[in-house]
């Protein structure tokens, strides 16, 4: 296969016309700069980022490459099928929920970034573990994106795929190190007009690709067996606990995002920022149909047929690579290359926000409120680029290891969910849960998540679960082990808080234990009662002490 010249000058010129709006939208930052805190202008825009432009953002920041690579995968797998496709669902209903239940008590706030309630309700320390989860996930997140899009342009263009990494993450590191928020928005328009336009030619792709001779009818093979197990796949009975796990883990673990907060806290007012992430979740959920008609074609193809030939894309080990296949060896040329600039503009415009997200928590959340609290705006500024930098090269060294682009992804949120969420629950709707609970609740989510092993890593369980069972080797929860470990968190951290404070108030144990300082200089019986009036116990009258 020879090098594709259309195909790289197209590439070129999109890369390309991406840098010059983000440094455009670097200059504009600085000139809308004026009288206005640059540290806020960088993080969330000035909170002045309307709707249009928000619900752009929003959108493209979700529709990432391993989002249009992993939903044709997953459909083509004679293991999995549509009705494993979680994702476009999952993700739809989680934006809807955040609008619902979490966009109004922190926009109204003016937080800056996700992790502020979090340090608010258990403090500085506490929150600086609490910040572990989201980076890694952002960081395994840049990593799962840049491999997707490497993997598109080896197949497409017959370049190296470490090629193609290196220069998209170059691309999006410079723009987002010169803009922050702005230049990562106004990309995002970019890019989300080349998606909408190459999901476009996506759709027009379709046609060639069922009228290929190689091709039968996906009607037939939703349902018969053809060259592989029907592509609408199936639910066994013994696998429904797992699948209830993922789709929960999406529709939950989606919502305690840097990511997402981001574009929210940017809208100019609660009531925009609610209308961004509903309308964000209609775009996301209809994103996803040409690539699960594409998967659902790969399913129903002989591949022997094509020049591709056998073993097919699946014994090759190759099925996360499937939507550029049909793309290269089921339509004429100009269609594949207009497919790449749909991968390429959804893998950046979800690489810049999973970076600047990273960098974003740490200048506010760590270098600001720990390391320096006497910092300038401009040196949490360059703390932030210095991150970014730092952020993405780690990512993109990451990116070369990847084996799966969808386990990546889908690996990326799970201690998000597992710990994360329940904290951020608790601090936005059960203010009186205290760092002593917070702690608990961490420690016990992080023991039971490592206890339960991990596949795709090749770390087996030391907790089984019921229904743990052992496949070529390798052992499978089919437990819902992940939302069982958020909801014992969730648990704890009430429940310990709780516990503390009654200790403390009732002095039970000594004022002087008290080193996360839960009941301040002077006892007071607010907090305890205020903690039995939201978990539904009967207040208790006690004395005010003041030792």
């Known amino acids: 296969m020879a090098l594709n010249i259309p195909g790289l000058v197209s590439l070129i010129v999109f890369f390309t016309l991406t840098l010059a709006t983000g440094i455009w939208a670097s200059w504009k930052s600085k000139k809308d700069q004026q ?20 619900l752009f953002t929003a959108t493209a920041t979700w529709v990432g490459g391993a989002y249009i690579n992993g939903t044709a995968e997953i459909v083509y797998l004679p293991s999995k099928g549509l009705l494993w496709v979680q994702a476009p669902v999952g993700f739809a209903l989680s934006l809807v929920i ?10 109204s706030k003016n937080y800056v970034t996700l992790m502020d309630p979090l340090q608010e309700t258990y403090g500085n320390v506490m929150g600086s573990l609490l910040f572990i989860p989201p980076l890694l996930g952002e960081v395994f997140w840049f990593a799962a994106i840049l491999a997707s899009l490497g993997a598109t342009m080896r197949v497409i263009l017959d370049i190296g795929g470490s090629l193609a990494i290196i220069v998209s993450a170059c691309t999006v590191i410079l723009y987002t190190l010169l803009g922050g928020l ?30 290929n ?43 305690p995002w840097q990511t997402y907060f981001q574009r929210v806290l940017s809208a100019a007012s609660p009531g925009q920022a609610r209308l961004i992430s509903y309308l964000s979740g209609l775009g996301c959920f209809s994103m996803a149909i040409p690539s699960v008609l594409i998967g659902a074609v790969a399913a129903s193809t002989d591949w022997n047929q094509t020049s591709y030939g056998l073993p097919s894309p699946l014994e090759r080990g190759e099925s996360a ?33 999973a970076l600047l997200s990273a960098g974003s928590m740490f200048a506010h959340n760590i270098y600001r409120k720990i390391l320096r609290k006497k910092a300038t705006e401009m040196e949490v500024l360059w703390a932030m680029r210095t991150s970014v930098l730092v952020f993405g090269a780690g990512a993109a060294g990451l990116a070369f290891y990847s084996s799966s682009v969808y386990d990546l992804w889908f690996l990326s949120g799970e201690l998000v969910y597992a710990l994360l969420f329940p904290q951020l629950c608790c601090a936005l709707f ?3 849960t205290n760092t002593y609970g917070s702690a608990a609740g961490f420690l016990v989510g992080l023991l039971l998540r490592l206890l339960a092993g991990e596949p795709a890593l090749s770390i087996p369980p030391v907790i089984c679960y019921p229904a743990c069972s052992l496949v070529n080797g390798t052992y499978s929860q089919l437990f819902p082990f992940k939302t069982f470990t958020m909801l014992l968190t969730l648990g704890t951290i009430v429940a310990v808080s709780y516990l503390a404070a009654v200790l403390f108030q009732r002095n039970l144990l000594p004022r002087r234990w008290d080193v996360c300082n839960i009941m301040g200089e002077t006892g007071t019986l607010i907090p305890l009662q205020q903690m039995e009036k939201q978990i539904g116990l009967p207040t208790v009258a006690l004395e005010e002490n003041h030792d």
């Open 35 to 54: 009288n206005r805190n640059p540290t806020e202008m960088a993080i969330v825009g000035g909170r002045n980022v309307n709707v249009f432009i928000g």
């Open 430 to 432: 059960a203010p009186s």
């Open 321 to 353: 690579m499937i939507l550029p296949l049909v793309l290269h060896y089921l339509c004429p040329a100009y269609i594949s290359i207009a497919g790449l600039g749909a991968i390429a503009a959804a893998a950046m415009s979800s690489a810049d926000s």
């Open 182 to 211: 702005y230049s990562v928005a106004y990309t995002d328009v970019i890019q989300l007009v080349f998606i909408t336009l190459s999901l476009a030619s996506l759709w027009v792709c379709i046609p060639f690709a069922l009228v």
């Open 98 to 107: 955040g609008g619902f239940f979490f966009v109004n008590p922190m926009r």
């Open 213 to 255: 001779s190689a091709t039968e009818s996906i009607y037939y093979t939703a349902t018969h067996q053809s060259h592989q197990d029907p592509w609408i796949g199936k639910i066994e009975k013994q696998y429904l606990g797992r699948w209830l796990d993922d789709f929960f883990y999406l529709v939950l673990g989606s919502i």
